[in-house]
């Protein structure tokens, strides 16, 4: 059965991805990184959600998932709105996380009270 945790973690880190690709494509304009610094930063965060978001299924996943949000937090010194949104991701994952994890030790649960 797949795990609710790691998909939810997964599914958050993809919405993260656009956005930090977003963000990077905005760079240039609001502050003074260069157009292709703020897109190589840009890609290079999107492309590690989508690393961490296909890499779930080991604990490496969920770390580098957790790195992201830390990197999208630190993020907010170069452009303050990151502090926001970095916050609000962080929030999401760490929700995907509990609640998934909540979910996963239910269907385990009654799995066992069904085989019982």
């Keep these: 059965m797949r795990s609710a945790q790691r998909s939810m ?7 993260q991805a656009v956005v930090l690709f977003l963000v990077g494509v905005t760079l240039p304009s609001v502050t003074d990184v260069g ?3 703020g897109i190589g930063i840009g890609l290079g965060l ?3 959600c989508v690393v961490a ?4 299924r080991r604990r490496v996943g969920v770390a580098l998932g957790w790195a992201v949000q830390v990197v999208s937090l630190v993020l907010g010194f170069v452009i303050t ?9 962080l929030a ?3 929700g995907a996380y509990v609640l ?8 385990a ?3 066992a009270a069904e085989t019982a």
């Excluded at 973690?9 to 919405?15: E, P, V």
């Excluded at 709105?81 to 991701?89: I, N, S, T």
């Excluded at 998934?100 to 269907?107: C, F, T, V």
């Design 9 to 15: 973690c997964a599914g958050m880190l993809g919405l």
């Design 35 to 37: 157009a292709g610094a």
């Design 46 to 48: 999107a492309v590690l």
């Design 53 to 56: 978001a296909g890499l779930m």
């Design 81 to 89: 709105v990151m502090f926001a949104l970095g916050a609000v991701f």
């Design 92 to 94: 999401l994952y760490a």
């Design 100 to 107: 998934g994890g909540k979910i996963d030790r239910e269907r």
């Design 109 to 111: 649960e009654r799995t």
